[in-house]
């Protein structure tokens, strides 16, 4: 599983939600990778507050499909590997 979520929205903001995911639900980045999406200026600034509430990623709006299906792919690549353990010795998944 990957969260796509976006900073704005009703109720609770993008910062909240990724603060109880990291937090009382206790996630981390390789159980629910989350990526924060924002159209909010600065976008540096908002990047590092994304970050510092829990986000594994972080995109601007607009953004290409085509790069959020690669940065997808890799993530879940990333996370299943990771909890699948270590490689058995001689043996690169990266190289596979």
Same mark, same amino acid.
């Given at each position: 599983s990957i969260v796509l979520? *976006? =900073?704005?929205m009703p @109720?609770?903001?993008?910062?909240? !939600? $990724?603060q109880e995911i990291r937090g &009382? &639900?206790?996630?981390?980045? !390789?159980q629910l990778p !989350? =990526?924060?999406l924002s159209a909010r200026a600065p976008q540096d600034a908002t /990047? &590092?507050? /994304?970050? *510092? $509430? @829990? $986000?594994? *990623?972080f995109m601007t709006k607009p953004f290409s499909g085509a790069v959020l299906q690669q940065r997808l792919a890799i993530l879940a690549t990333m996370c299943r590997e990771a909890l699948a353990g270590p490689a058995s010795p001689g043996h690169s998944p990266a190289l596979a």
């Open positions: 979520l *976006d =900073i704005m @109720g609770m903001t993008g910062f909240e !939600v $990724a &009382r &639900r206790c996630y981390s980045h !390789v !989350v =990526i924060m /990047a &590092r507050l /994304a970050y *510092d $509430a @829990g $986000a594994t *990623d």
